[in-house]
């Protein structure tokens, strides 16, 4: 069975951190662009930041620029997010999802795999 698994949720303060992994699992995703999406209570998901299949190319959403950023390894198959100085606005389901095709880096409908997603609390 084809999976991507995130971990790395939870509770924190505001103006703390986390750090979100998603690993792959059941085929390799080692080149294929990865991506972060958020979904809060009565909202629509949103783009959070992406990462390319060979990694030096990132994106972000500009509410979460400068405060958080992706990474990955193709060795182990795995991206992450870091985020920092966090805000009770980050609140939100955070999703992993992977795409083979280039480009659309934002477009939710462009990705062919998702995670079940890791739910991220910031309290005030």
């Known amino acids: 069975q084809v999976q991507l698994v995130e971990s790395g949720g939870g509770l924190v303060q505001a103006g703390g951190s986390l750090r979100l992994s998603c690993a792959a699992s059941?085929?390799?995703?080692?080149?294929?662009?990865k991506a972060w999406f958020r979904q809060a209570p009565g909202k629509e998901r949103e783009f959070v930041a992406a990462?390319?299949?060979?990694?030096?190319?990132?994106y972000y959403a500009d509410s979460v620029k400068g405060r958080f950023t992706i990474s990955r390894n193709n060795a182990k198959d795995t991206v992450s997010l870091q985020m920092n100085s966090l805000k009770p606005e980050d609140t939100a389901v955070y999703y992993c999802?992977?795409?083979?095709?280039?480009?659309?880096?934002?477009?939710?409908?462009?990705?062919?795999?998702w995670g079940q997603g890791t739910q991220v609390t910031v309290s005030s």
């Open positions: 990462i390319n299949w060979s990694g030096p190319s990132t």
């Open positions: 059941g085929r390799t995703f080692s080149t294929y662009d």
């Open positions: 999802a992977a795409k083979s095709s280039g480009g659309y880096y934002s477009s939710d409908y462009k990705y062919d795999y």
